[in-house]
């Protein structure tokens, strides 16, 4: 049987180690700041950086050559922003269609859209299937940019 001393003694042992080792690890991000990698690598390059997310924008951080032209709408601030509403750009006959009955960009929206926009809108010009974790991690980080806040 262990006397207290030993048990007091061997705490004291473990204690440093352990101390380095939570030290040591980085800290965990929410999945807000986790989306900004598999935002730009999966969305980034037809829709451009999220204008707010200076880390973005920072060279460093530049993955890929910045979007001059972008194929589709601006995904700044679409959290909560009606479907569709982006002046002057020239959404597909499928997703005007579906934008009669007007619907925000919610998360569940979001959710529906990314793991596979073609059974959202069928006929959209988007074609897109975001497997999680990333699906989760990249509408937190739209979230987090978002003017437009149902919370």
């Known amino acids: 049987m262990i006397n207290q001393t030993a048990r007091t003694g061997a705490a004291w042992l473990a204690a440093p180690a352990l101390l380095a080792l939570f030290l040591a690890a980085p800290a965990r991000a929410d999945d807000a700041e986790d989306g900004r990698e598999p935002y730009i690598q999966t969305c980034s390059k037809c829709h451009g950086l999220i204008a707010e997310d200076a880390i973005s924008w920072a060279p460093q951080n530049l993955h890929a050559p910045a979007v001059t032209m972008p194929l589709g709408p601006a995904l700044t601030g679409v959290y909560m922003r009606p479907a569709g509403t982006i002046d002057g750009y020239a959404y597909s006959r499928a997703f005007r269609a579906a934008a009669q009955n007007p619907w925000a960009w919610d998360e569940a929206a979001l959710d529906g859209w990314l793991t596979n926009s073609q ?29 437009h806040k149902s919370e």
């Open 119 to 147: 059974e959202f809108i069928r006929g959209s010009t988007m074609f897109v299937k975001v497997e999680e974790p990333d699906r989760g991690k990249i509408i937190a980080y739209l979230k987090k940019y978002a003017p």
